[in-house]
């Protein structure tokens, strides 16, 4: 899937999947995640309901920039868990996705080649479980306007798919907008048109 500077590429939803070497479980999964907060919760989430597993390794990606990311052995031999599950984050080009991969332990060690190769293969298994999509990349926008003025705001707004992040609409109109890239001039002119009229 070729991206180009308008777009990146996640994961359209959230997807498991299952390893298994020598009795030891490795349960992956992926979620779509838009800020760290996020990631956070989904950790202690999985930590909540799989008491009984000894690690619960992940990595995350996040924003467009490629230096928001974080990858975490918990407890694993230092870069035997997080740093091949950002890996194949990385190998398929993705952003804004979170895996964390979830270890019974079997009875068995494995040695750092068979952890790098359990975690990898965990991820890659539940990244082939979900679309991966392409999503514009949005530019926020404020907006302040008459009230009068919101009906014909709001049809540039649908028109050109962007997306309310929050509307205050008293005697003037804030409106905050995520705007696609590829229709960041046209929106604002067209909306500053009808603000100045």
């Known amino acids: 899937m070729k991206t180009d500077a308008e777009f990146y590429?996640?994961?359209?939803q959230e997807s498991k999947a299952e390893y298994k070497d020598r009795?030891?479980?490795?349960?992956?999964?992926?979620?779509?995640?838009?800020d760290v907060e996020e990631c956070k919760k989904q950790v202690a989430t999985l930590k909540?309901?799989?008491t009984k597993a000894v690690h619960h390794c992940f990595a995350y990606k996040l924003g467009l920039?490629?230096?928001?990311f974080r990858a975490n052995d918990d407890g694993e031999p230092a870069g035997s868990a997080g740093k091949p599950i950002l890996g194949q984050i990385n190998s398929k080009q993705l952003t804004n996705v979170l895996v964390v991969v979830v270890r019974y332990?079997?009875?068995?060690?494995?040695?750092?080649p068979g952890l790098i190769n359990a975690y990898k293969t965990a991820t890659s298994l539940a990244l082939q479980t979900t679309p991966i999509i392409q999503k514009p990349i949005e530019i926020i926008k404020d907006f302040q306007f008459d009230y009068t003025k919101m009906n014909e705001v709001m049809i540039i707004v649908k028109k050109y798919n962007c997306t309310v992040l929050k509307q205050d609409a008293q005697l003037f109109c804030l409106l905050t907008v995520a705007i696609p890239k590829s229709s960041l001039e046209a929106v604002q002119f067209k909306?500053?048109?009808i603000i100045n009229r």
Do not use: W
């Open 191 to 193: 909306i500053n048109e």
């Open 105 to 112: 332990f079997g009875g068995t060690l494995l040695g750092v």
């Open 48 to 50: 909540k309901i799989h």
């Open 23 to 34: 009795g030891s479980r490795f349960l992956a999964f992926a979620f779509p995640v838009q």
């Open 9 to 12: 590429l996640t994961i359209a």
């Open 65 to 68: 920039d490629g230096n928001n």
